[in-house]
Structure formats: C-alpha cells, structure tokens
C-alpha cells in the first residue's frame, strides 16, 4: 500500500459542483500538505496543516477549504468548482524539517467542464 | 523560507555527472536545504537534504558551499530515467506556527538526459 493514498485519481466534474479530493497517509506524519499543479509550472500550496487543530492557508486558498478529520486525513474541498481549478493535485506529508523528506501522493487529475 | 533560484533546464549525456546548481542567498542559519524531482506528472520524489555539510546517498550528493548561499545536486551517473524537474527548496528547521517549515517549491530545473 502507498505511504500517500489520493482519491480519487481522475476527476471530472461540472462548473458550479462541490468537490472533494481526498488524502489518506500510513506515515504517522502530523504535517500534510495540498498543493495544485498546472501545465509547465512548479508546485503552488494551498493549505497545510501541522496538526490536527492546526491549519494554514498557502499561496493560493482562495475557492479551497480543507479539513483535517485525523491525523491521518486531509480533505481538500471545492465549494464552488470553476474552470480554472482543472490542474493536477497532490497531497504530501512530512516529519519536521531536519528529518527525512516530504512523501507525495501520486495526484488527482481534476478537470472542471 | 528562504527563495531559491534554478536555471529552467539542462541538458546531460547519459553516464555523466549532472550537476544542478541553486542558488539561496538569503537562506538562514537553521534552514535546510532540500531536493526533489518530478518524473514527468508523478508526485514528487525527496532526493537529499543537508545542513551545512555535504551529504551523499545512495541516489545523490549535495554540496553546500561555506557559506551556504548555493548548492548543487549532483547526479553521478545520469541515465534516461533520471530525466524529470528537480527543485531546490529551503525550509526551517524549527517551528510548528505561520509559514515556518512550509515547503515552497518553485519552478525547478527540467534535466534531460540524452543518450
């Protein structure tokens, strides 16, 4: 089984539709990560969360919300899904800094019609 | 955290080093520098993390220069596969509030591998 379990991995859903993307890890880890990904660019965070009771807002929230259910779990939701949130996914989780790197999930193709 | 700046790309001849370089100028002292690549639209895969000193393992070596401004990843051995996007990413070594040890990524370097 994956360390970072995403669902689902492909997504296609309707202009207006809430949406959630889900993210599952076995590492034990506190921090989780949610980041997007668009065509030819790097990696953009949208939230992290560094427990359960804490979460932050990343370079790009706005149209997101998370929820952190457990330890093990990171929900990332789209209330209101427009077209230019159709970008490739991905939830990490990591250690504090100084101990082994972040683990990725292998990312939910999200496309919003 | 600490910004970091990459070329957008290079090329390597499969079966020589490739060296990327990074540029952190601005980096702190309890900052870490950490690399990561991305096999075309997989997640992205931790290569190696150090400090201040260089450190190697069984996939790569990082070196950090004395005064920690830069670094540079080095591939010993490039082959197809290793053809992807590396990012060179800064982040604290403490802190659990704010941004403190968020992972930032930028764009990264695209490294090809050519035969």
């Known amino acids: 089984d994956a360390d970072v379990t995403q669902t689902p991995r492909n997504r296609i859903t309707k202009t207006g539709k809430r949406i959630m993307l889900e993210c599952s890890q076995t590492?034990?880890?506190?921090?989780m990560y949610w980041y997007r990904q668009d065509p030819g660019l790097g990696l953009r965070l949208i939230y992290y969360?560094?427990?359960?009771?804490?979460?932050n807002k990343g370079e790009i929230s706005d149209g997101y919300s998370v929820s952190r259910q457990a330890q093990a779990k990171f929900s990332l939701s789209l209330e209101s899904a427009i077209p230019n949130q159709t970008a490739l996914y991905f939830c990490?989780?990591?250690?504090?800094?100084?101990?082994?790197?972040?683990?990725f999930g292998q990312g939910t193709r999200l496309t919003v019609v | 955290d600490a910004k970091t700046t990459q070329p957008p790309s290079m090329d390597c001849a499969e079966g020589r080093a490739a060296n990327l370089p990074c540029n952190h100028s601005?980096?702190?002292?309890?900052?870490?520098v950490y690399w990561y690549r991305q096999i075309h639209s997989q997640g992205p895969q931790y290569i190696i993390h150090?400090?201040?000193n260089n450190e190697t393992n069984e996939m790569a070596s990082l070196i950090i220069t004395e005064d920690r401004k830069s670094s540079t990843l080095i591939l010993p051995h490039a082959t197809l596969r290793d053809t992807a996007v590396y990012y060179c990413?800064?982040?604290?070594?403490?802190?659990?509030?704010?941004?403190?040890?968020?992972?930032?990524f930028g764009k990264g370097t695209k490294l090809s591998v050519k035969p």
């Open positions: 590492k034990g880890h506190d921090r």
């Open positions: 990413i800064v982040r604290v070594g403490r802190g659990r509030g704010g941004s403190q040890g968020n992972l930032i």
């Open positions: 601005t980096i702190s002292g309890n900052e870490y």
């Open positions: 150090g400090l201040k």
């Open positions: 969360s560094f427990d359960v009771k804490d979460i």
């Open positions: 990490a989780t990591s250690d504090p800094p100084g101990a082994f790197g972040a683990f």
